[in-house]
């Protein structure tokens, strides 16, 4: 690879990223001169303009004629990365407004901080969706975890706080070096970093590397396992979600495990999916790895759900489960009937987004109205908040599967695409696994409903918090009435060819 060049015309193209970085550095300064008796949700809200500007400059890269490859290959603008970059920026901007309806200083000592770390967190997972080279793709990674590791952390006083951030930090520093070691066997075996020319190298030396290939790859798959939170690499997530701050739960559970999905989507289809090796069986065999970890994340999530008092780490299983979900459609790889894989993906991913963030404010409604993040401290909440209840619902029903919501339908795609790839099994561990998780979510509805709280806590709400909830209550009820809207959308402006296959 010749020296990697970046000519001033590139920088256009890159004007989303840098726009989050000019923000950051911009309000690192603000805050460290602005004096302490001013406000720091000022930052808050600065941070909410520059991720509305950089949400703005991706919108005008959308539907590029061709994909856009800078930095000598390394980094491509296309509408794979651009529409998981609207989604990473819609998520960090609801997290950010949420934040600013509920983070105290009392809570998180230097205030300032945490609204301007989510933005370097993004970044990475927008740079994690636009790579195409093994060293950006790591840059992003790990610009994404050490944000995240800091932001689990800012609640310095509290115990479980600390606890959470020091096991992420050792299990993510563990996970990180298993996905470089896979790294390393593909730059072994191709000499070069580059995905494109990584496909070719194993594709005509395929009968040398096979046995290291399939290292690469369950390797690989491990060090994945662990972002997404995929059984059985899921062991950190309950204990992380319930000990950091609400929104970065929140952050954790939708930004974060979008960003390694687009990885997965990134380096799975770029080197297994066109089917050009001398045989299938390497084809078959990581794609059927994909499928068992999609079963086993839907089986262990809902199962342990069951179990579940608090909250967090209810929503934490649940969002093993979903990590299952979301999965099958990268394991029911490209075929004459399965083409629009992707678009599957995208649509369950903003419903995961919708009824996730929604509920985690509701949390965190719940949690400064009465101090409690368990089961019962939603008891009686439609006869103290009618009105947020009714959001909850919706919800929940979406997170259930229940007709007619954004989650049923992002469900029944991937569902349907199973069966037409013939994968009854997996289509049937989605079935059995939905109907289990009814029982975890209908409890919550069962507290509202059937329970009465006993200290007869009123509720309070915050206009942000408000404005989240009832925004991603409704979104989820549109796209449950119209799913076809966006799902058209999506295969309006997506090209498997030129916005995610990457082809030398």
């Not at 009968?207 to 939170?229: C, M, Q, T």
């Not at 083409?339 to 985690?360: E, R, T």
């Not at 949690?367 to 619902?393: H, M, N, Q, V, W």
Request: some cysteine.
């Amino acid at each position: 690879m010749g020296p990697i060049r970046l000519h001033l015309q590139d920088l256009t193209h890159l004007l989303p990223e840098i726009t989050l970085v000019v923000t950051a550095v911009l309000l690192t300064v603000i805050d460290l001169l602005l004096p302490k008796k001013i406000d720091r949700r000022l930052i808050g809200w600065l941070s909410l303009a520059g991720i509305a500007v950089s949400t703005g400059f991706v919108i005008m890269q959308m539907n590029p004629a061709q994909a856009v490859s800078l930095l000598s290959g390394s980094y491509r603008i296309d509408d794979f990365g651009n529409l998981l970059k609207l989604v990473f920026l819609g998520g960090t901007a609801l997290i950010t407004l949420m934040s600013l309806g509920s983070v105290e200083e009392k809570d998180i000592p230097h205030i300032g901080e945490y609204y301007y770390f989510l933005l370097p967190a993004v970044l990475g997972a927008m740079i994690m969706a636009s790579s195409s080279d093994l060293i950006t793709l790591f840059v992003g990674l790990e610009l994404l975890s050490i944000t995240s590791y800091v932001m689990v952390a800012m609640k310095k006083k509290d115990t479980k706080s600390n606890e959470a951030a020091f096991k992420y930090v050792v299990l993510g520093g563990i996970s990180s070096a298993i996905i470089l070691y896979g790294m390393s066997f593909l730059y072994g075996m191709s000499g070069s970093t580059n995905l494109a020319v990584i496909q070719q190298a194993i594709i005509s030396g395929y009968s040398d590397y096979k046995p290291l290939l399939y290292v690469a790859v369950f390797l690989l798959l491990a060090g994945f396992g662990f972002k997404i939170a995929a059984a059985p690499f899921h062991s950190w997530a309950p204990d992380v979600y319930q000990g950091a701050p609400t929104p970065i739960t929140a952050f954790l559970a939708v930004v974060s495990k979008g960003a390694a999905f687009a990885i997965l989507f990134r380096v799975f289809y770029a080197l297994f999916a066109l089917g050009q090796f001398p045989e299938d069986q390497l084809t078959e065999d990581v794609f059927l790895a994909l499928s068992v970890v999609a079963a086993a994340a839907m089986v262990v999530g809902n199962t342990a759900a069951l179990r579940q008092r608090n909250v967090k780490r209810l929503l934490a299983y649940s969002g093993v489960a979903n990590a299952g979900y979301l999965l099958v459609p990268l394991a029911v790889h490209i075929n004459l009937v399965q083409v629009d894989n992707f678009s599957k993906f995208l649509f369950y991913l903003i419903a995961y987004l919708l009824m996730n963030i929604g509920l985690f404010a509701v949390l965190i409604v719940i949690e400064k109205s009465t101090g409690d993040s368990d089961l019962k401290g939603f008891a009686g909440l439609y006869y103290r908040a009618p009105f947020t209840a009714i959001a909850t619902i919706l919800l929940i029903l979406s997170l259930s599967g229940i007709p007619v919501s954004a989650g049923f339908f992002g469900k029944l795609y991937l569902l349907i695409g199973t069966m037409q790839a013939h994968m009854y099994w997996l289509g049937g561990v989605m079935i059995i696994t939905g109907v289990l998780s009814f029982y975890y979510y209908f409890g919550l509805i069962r507290q509202m409903f059937m329970r009465v709280d006993t200290n007869d806590r009123p509720i309070r709400i915050t206009t942000p918090l408000g404005i989240v909830i009832w925004f991603c209550a409704g979104i989820s009820l549109a796209l449950g009435i119209f799913p076809g809207l966006l799902l058209r959308y999506i295969d309006s402006i997506f090209s498997l060819t030129r916005d995610l296959l990457i082809l030398s």
